[in-house]
């Protein structure tokens, strides 16, 4: 698998991650068997980077990856985030605070010192605060971590983590449906040395070409219960795209995806292509998933016609309802 260098860690990682999301929670029960069958499946397959969450299952997930890796011995490099289980306010940005939720997470994943941690989509105060980047840097001088970054819900806080000298990468929704991070956010991460993390690459399965208006979500599952925001920024439910307009897209789409390829895997390779990405981290539920998302580093590029319906149906039909929020 093509290798990228992840911002300032100065590490190679597979251009195809696994995000564990799936792994913990809100995605429907996944148990601990197909969890394992699906990281080892994305080990098999090229993959060396995954990215997780210390309130993904309550740490569900960290546990899944750090219980496989001890076990196998994979040669993985692990993100997890951090600040989301407690309420969202910028005085629960300490650094006592930090040194808890990453001693919690080091027991998770059973490590020493944690490969890179991400602040979850803080509130903006956070990103405007000295004391909590100071924090963070105690928290690599204190060999907790190796690396810090930031996740961010919109451009405006990626160009503001960014600036921060310690900030190594930056993790932001990139797909075909939200197109904003493309001429905002890559090319000044890549001025700076920032590793960009893309996630919801599929707009939560819905480029996976798969749903239509009869497809049903389990009740436990984000795609049901996010889906006007009720839980957490409904940005990371269908990218923030109406259910409707999003199915109106994909079709639009669909044309443009060659023989051989699969809608996602189409989609995915949209994001690898685009300059300044790092590592892009579909989720998997089963091993076929992260086979089938790995694939995609070995497939060709998109066509000049492709890249071109992407930015037409982009802004017939999506540019109006999300660009100025995200």
Same mark, same amino acid.
Request: aromatic share 8%; glycine share 8%; with cysteine.
């Given at each position: 698998?093509?290798?990228?260098?992840?911002?300032?860690?100065?590490?190679?990682?597979?251009? $195809?991650?696994?995000?564990?999301?799936?792994?913990? *929670?809100?995605?429907?029960?996944?148990?601990?068997?197909?969890?394992?069958? %699906?990281?080892?499946?994305?080990?098999?397959?090229?993959?060396?980077?995954?990215?997780?969450?210390?309130?993904?299952?309550?740490?569900?997930?960290?546990?899944?990856?750090?219980?496989?890796? +001890?076990? %196998?011995?994979?040669?993985?490099?692990? *993100?997890?985030?951090?600040?989301? +289980?407690?309420?969202?306010?910028?005085?629960?940005?300490?650094?006592?605070?930090?040194?808890?939720?990453?001693?919690?997470?080091?027991?998770?994943? !059973? @490590?020493?010192?944690?490969?890179?941690?991400?602040?979850?989509?803080?509130?903006?105060?956070?990103?405007?605060?000295?004391?909590?980047?100071? *924090?963070?840097?105690?928290? @690599?001088?204190?060999?907790?971590?190796?690396?810090?970054?930031?996740?961010?819900?919109?451009?405006? !806080?990626?160009?503001?983590?960014?600036? +921060?000298?310690?900030?190594?990468? @930056?993790?932001? $929704?990139?797909?075909?449906?939200?197109?904003?991070?493309?001429?905002?956010?890559?090319?000044?991460?890549?001025?700076?040395?920032?590793?960009?993390?893309?996630?919801?690459?599929?707009?939560?399965?819905?480029?996976?070409?798969?749903?239509?208006?009869?497809?049903?979500?389990?009740?436990?599952?984000?795609?049901?219960?996010?889906?006007?925001?009720?839980?957490?920024?409904?940005?990371?439910?269908?990218?923030? @795209?109406?259910?409707?307009?999003?199915?109106?897209?994909?079709?639009?789409?669909?044309?443009?995806?060659?023989?051989?390829?699969?809608?996602?895997?189409?989609?995915?390779?949209?994001? $690898?292509?685009?300059?300044?990405?790092?590592?892009?981290?579909?989720?998997?539920?089963?091993?076929? !998933?992260?086979?089938?998302?790995?694939?995609? *580093?070995?497939?060709?590029?998109?066509?000049?016609?492709?890249?071109?319906?992407?930015?037409?149906?982009?802004?017939?039909?999506?540019?109006?309802?999300?660009?100025? +929020?995200?």
């Amino acid at each position: 698998m093509e290798q990228r260098i992840l911002g300032r860690t100065g590490t190679p990682v597979g251009v $195809i991650g696994l995000g564990a999301w799936q792994l913990g *929670a809100d995605w429907g029960e996944v148990d601990e068997d197909s969890a394992f069958a %699906t990281l080892q499946a994305a080990v098999d397959s090229g993959v060396t980077f995954f990215d997780t969450a210390d309130v993904y299952g309550d740490g569900r997930s960290e546990k899944f990856i750090g219980r496989f890796l +001890r076990q %196998t011995g994979a040669n993985v490099f692990v *993100a997890t985030k951090m600040g989301r +289980r407690v309420p969202q306010e910028p005085a629960n940005y300490t650094l006592a605070a930090f040194r808890e939720w990453n001693d919690r997470s080091r027991e998770n994943l !059973q @490590v020493d010192t944690l490969d890179l941690v991400q602040l979850h989509c803080p509130p903006d105060a956070v990103f405007a605060s000295d004391e909590v980047f100071d *924090a963070l840097d105690t928290l @690599v001088q204190e060999k907790r971590i190796a690396a810090y970054g930031v996740s961010v819900e919109t451009c405006a !806080q990626a160009l503001t983590a960014i600036a +921060r000298p310690g900030v190594a990468t @930056v993790q932001i $929704i990139l797909n075909v449906l939200r197109l904003k991070p493309v001429t905002e956010v890559l090319p000044v991460a890549a001025e700076a040395g920032v590793g960009v993390i893309a996630r919801v690459p599929l707009a939560s399965g819905l480029l996976s070409g798969r749903y239509d208006e009869q497809t049903t979500f389990a009740e436990n599952d984000h795609r049901n219960f996010n889906r006007h925001g009720a839980a957490f920024d409904v940005g990371e439910t269908f990218s923030g @795209v109406d259910y409707e307009t999003g199915l109106q897209a994909v079709r639009a789409l669909r044309e443009y995806v060659p023989s051989g390829v699969s809608t996602a895997q189409w989609a995915l390779r949209w994001v $690898i292509d685009q300059p300044g990405v790092s590592v892009v981290i579909p989720g998997a539920r089963n091993p076929e !998933q992260a086979r089938s998302n790995a694939a995609v *580093a070995g497939q060709e590029p998109l066509t000049d016609r492709a890249r071109r319906a992407v930015g037409r149906v982009y802004d017939e039909l999506i540019r109006p309802q999300i660009h100025h +929020r995200w």
